[in-house]
């Protein structure tokens, strides 16, 4: 049920002019661990990602790309260092839309898709206030956009994978995000559904919507992406997705769980067999 009802109090921020959607400078994220003392899960982060752009986080299992997202959306407030989204720190955006990994959702929460996409609106209504009929339009409208009109009275649980993904995207077209993250949302889906969320993807960023996706997938990440940031507690590398993900820095994160294979393009397979480790 939290992870449904998370974040639904805000105060908006306005947008510093010529700001970059979202800049880290020198971020560490530390924690207590009884066995270990104390264990950075993230250090010394350093990047910016200007409006509109797709970026694509790519790392081992517990490299950190989950607490990276908690840190962009104010969930989790960095040892060190600071966030700026829009030329502001996290709190108080509504800007901001988080998608998590689906197994960190209670899918048997009681609850109908066009509540959920309403959730979207909650920033904009006020907390405990009634929807008014232009938010009701909003939310069929956004359900509209990612092909979903026919879910909105079925249960959020009883949907597919990828149904699932676009209802959860429409509830941040609801919200009127302008950064999203979505965290393994290609995880489980079959071709033509992650075909059918990169539609929506180009759609949003044809409107200026940023976004950052963390995927395991090297190849879409090459593809499908304007930048990659390859993670392992630290930045091992960020950019165009050729220049990042060469057999050097892929050996560099993943150390003895990946394997590189050639091919005739020259394009590397990974098998992540890492697992386990604090994300």
């Not at 960023?205 to 996706?213: D, I, M, N, S, Y």
């Amino acid at each position: 049920m939290s992870t449904f009802v998370k974040q639904l109090t805000y105060h908006k921020h306005e947008h510093e002019p010529d700001s970059a959607a979202l800049t880290l400078e020198g971020i560490v994220v530390a924690y207590h661990d009884a066995v270990n003392g104390r264990v950075t899960a993230l250090d010394n982060l350093n990047f910016t990602v200007q409006t509109g752009e797709r970026i694509a986080v790519v790392g081992p299992n517990g490299a950190g790309k989950s607490t990276l997202f908690n840190l962009i959306v104010g969930t989790l407030k960095p040892t060190d260092g600071r966030v700026h989204i829009f030329g502001h720190g996290p709190d108080g955006h509504i800007c901001i839309a988080y998608v998590p990994q689906r197994n960190n959702i209670d899918w048997q929460f009681p609850v109908t898709v066009e509540d959920v996409v309403m959730m979207g609106r909650v920033g904009r209504i006020g907390l405990f206030k009634w929807p008014r009929k232009q938010d009701w339009a909003m939310v069929r409208h956004s359900l509209e956009r990612v092909n979903a009109s026919h879910l909105a009275k079925r249960q959020i649980g009883g949907l597919s994978g990828g149904q699932q993904q676009r209802v959860f995207i429409a509830r941040a077209l609801a919200q009127e995000a302008e950064l999203l993250l979505l965290d393994e949302p290609l995880t489980g889906l079959d071709k033509p559904s992650q075909d059918s969320l990169f539609d929506i993807l180009d759609a949003l960023q044809a409107e200026g919507v940023t976004a950052l996706v963390a995927t395991h997938d090297l190849n879409t990440a090459v593809e499908r992406f304007d930048k990659v940031m390859l993670l392992n507690r630290e930045i091992v590398a960020y950019g165009a997705g050729q220049s990042v993900l060469t057999p050097q820095n892929l050996q560099h994160a993943y150390g003895g769980h990946v394997h590189l294979i050639n091919s005739e393009d020259t394009m590397m397979a990974l098998a992540d067999t890492c697992c386990g480790g604090r994300e």
